[in-house]
């Protein structure tokens, strides 16, 4: 297989790795299936996961219906089990509550996708993370201790993590892809928003000890302009499949014209690994023919408050859980609809 050489990443998962990284793309033809089962063998599916291993698939599930280029497609999420039957029947769905501020129920989510008639069609088992139990990660960052429950399903009893993102811009973070992804296993949204300025800080820790195994990015829809919840569908028509998280979404940026050291987190993600070069990564086809349309981050004035909160720990709390919190939400929305109206 050809190798490809732009430019030198980092990647923290390079030393448990006993070959290249290896990256699948490909454009998507009438469905997922076929090209998700190329993907999973491009990978070594095969050498990473034994049959009765338990399989957990995360999707990017952060409205309370589906949107284009918002989403994981649920067609994505019911393709990918059928191809992972060929490995193991043993395979898990999850993702937690949404909404931060204005949360929403992940069971509602469920019903409103079809992910649980789809679900109980494959025998496979669908999960709302928030209602699971927990236990705490340890970790200290700029002199402070940080202590972070997440689902002991996820750390305890799963033996391969697939995470199933959408290319998206976001107005805080820059992009949302694989490695964010992981964000919405924290099962409280509430905590979610406390921790936010130490967002790249705890997403490495997250995705270290859930041991991420594989990306599979749902690149049929992406979305531009604004993210993660508004913004412009763009359709891309194309799948990738990953060995490693940060490759996927280092791979993933340069598709959607974006220079992945320029986003802050995958920056310090990438700082706390070996280097690597791109030309170490096997390619299933040559990436740069599927690079376009160019993504762009537009924020809008409204926007800045919520950017502020997220990298600031006295605005979050002002903004979050102060006195004050309600009444500075509801000036905000006499200038701008909320993101969704869940009822």
């Not at 999960?127 to 340890?138: A, E, F, Q």
């Not at 697939?162 to 892809?177: F, L, R």
């Not at 809008?300 to 006295?314: I, K, Q, R, T, V």
């Amino acid at each position: 297989m050809k190798r490809f050489v732009p430019e030198s990443l980092c990647c923290d998962e390079m030393k448990e790795m006993s070959g290249p990284i290896r990256v699948f793309i490909e454009r998507l033809d009438r469905s997922y299936l076929a090209r998700i089962q190329e993907g999973l063998s491009y990978i070594g599916m095969a050498s990473k996961v034994k049959p009765g291993d338990t399989v957990f698939i995360k999707p990017n599930l952060t409205y309370p219906y589906y949107k284009e280029g918002v989403m994981t497609s649920p067609g994505c999420v019911e393709q990918l089990i059928q191809a992972l039957k060929d490995y193991s029947l043993n395979i898990i769905v999850g993702e937690a509550d949404g909404g931060g501020y204005n949360r929403f129920s992940m069971d509602e989510v469920f019903e409103k996708t079809g992910l649980r008639v789809i679900a109980k069609r494959h025998n496979v088992k669908l999960v709302n993370l928030s209602k699971l139990s927990s236990r705490d990660i340890y970790f200290d960052y700029k002199g402070q201790h940080f202590v972070v429950p997440l689902p002991r399903l996820l750390l305890d009893e799963i033996d391969l993590f697939i995470t199933v993102p959408v290319p998206k811009v976001h107005g805080n973070t820059g992009v949302s892809m694989s490695i964010k992804n992981q964000w919405g296993c924290i099962q409280e949204p509430s905590l979610r928003l406390k921790l936010h300025p130490y967002f790249k800080k705890i997403i490495l820790e997250v995705n270290k000890a859930l041991k991420v195994g594989i990306s599979i990015i749902d690149g049929k829809f992406g979305l531009t302009r604004n993210g993660p919840l508004r913004g412009d569908a763009v359709e891309l028509n194309w799948i990738t499949v990953a060995d490693n998280i940060l490759a996927a979404d280092m791979v993933c940026c340069h598709l959607i014209g974006i220079d992945p050291l320029s986003i802050r987190y995958l920056h310090y993600y990438a700082e706390n690994g070996p280097p690597v070069h791109l030309d170490e990564i096997l390619f299933y086809r040559d990436y740069t023919r599927f690079v376009g349309p160019r993504f762009e981050l537009k924020r809008e004035w409204l926007d800045y408050p919520g950017y502020l909160a997220f990298y600031s720990s006295f605005f979050a709390h002002v903004a979050y859980h102060s006195s004050l919190s309600r009444a500075l939400h509801k000036g905000l929305y006499l200038f701008r609809e909320k993101f969704y109206d869940h009822g």
